[in-house]
Each structure stands twice: as structure tokens, then as C-alpha cells.
């Protein structure tokens, strides 16, 4: 069964940093690109980064650009994202997401507080 796992999330100051993590099962994991998704309180689901099947290639959204960085280990299955100098406005349920097949996961949730 494909599965997509997030963790990691929880509250943090503005300034400060979190990696988040997305342990992945089910199925070959290198052969996938990936990406993340956020969703703040009361808006649409937006695009955050993607990262290539190989990880040579990486996307951000403007909003990403210079602080998150996308990464994959294919030892371990799983796709990070760590985030620097979290805004207010980083808020936001951040989902794990494999494009083919429209795979999901869960959710994990950040709160960045000013």
C-alpha cells in the first residue's frame, strides 16, 4: 500500500528553523519525483517545493526561494524539507505529495508565532 508519512511539524518563534520529514512505503521510491504542499488557515493548497526523482532538481514557490531546502535520501525513503527563518505567514499544514498517481499524505502541521 503507497503511503506518505509527514512529521516534524509543531510550534516555533519567527526566525527560527524546523526540518520536516516524509517517510514514504509501497512503493519504489527513487523512480518518483516529489513534492510538499501547505495549506494556511482559511486559503487554497499551494505548491512549496519539488525535487526530481534523482534529486539533481529541485523547485521552489517565491515564497521558499532562499530559506527551505528540498532533499531526499533513497537509503531511508523519505523527502525533508527543512525551513529557515519561519514568518508568521509560513503557518500552514504542509503535506507530502507524489504527483503520479496523486499520492497524499496526512499532514503535519506548522505555526510559526511572531
Known amino acids: 500500500q503507497v503511503r506518505l508519512l509527514e512529521s516534524g511539524g509543531g510550534l516555533v518563534q519567527s526566525g527560527e528553523s524546523l526540518k520536516l520529514s516524509c517517510a514514504t512505503t509501497?512503493?519504489?521510491?527513487?523512480?518518483?519525483?516529489m513534492n510538499w504542499f501547505r495549506q494556511p488557515p482559511g486559503k487554497e493548497r499551494e505548491f512549496v517545493a519539488s525535487?526530481?526523482?534523482?534529486?539533481?532538481?529541485?523547485n521552489y514557490a517565491d515564497s521558499a526561494k532562499g530559506r527551505f531546502t528540498i532533499s531526499r535520501d533513497s537509503a531511508k525513503n523519505t523527502v525533508y524539507l527543512y525551513m529557515t527563518n519561519l514568518k508568521p505567514e509560513d503557518t500552514a499544514v504542509y503535506y507530502c505529495?507524489?504527483?503520479?498517481?496523486?499520492?497524499w499524505g496526512q499532514g503535519t502541521q506548522v505555526t510559526v508565532s511572531s
Open positions: 505529495y507524489r504527483p503520479t498517481g496523486d499520492v
Open positions: 509501497g512503493f519504489p521510491f527513487s523512480v518518483y519525483s
Open positions: 525535487i526530481s526523482s534523482g534529486g539533481g532538481v529541485a
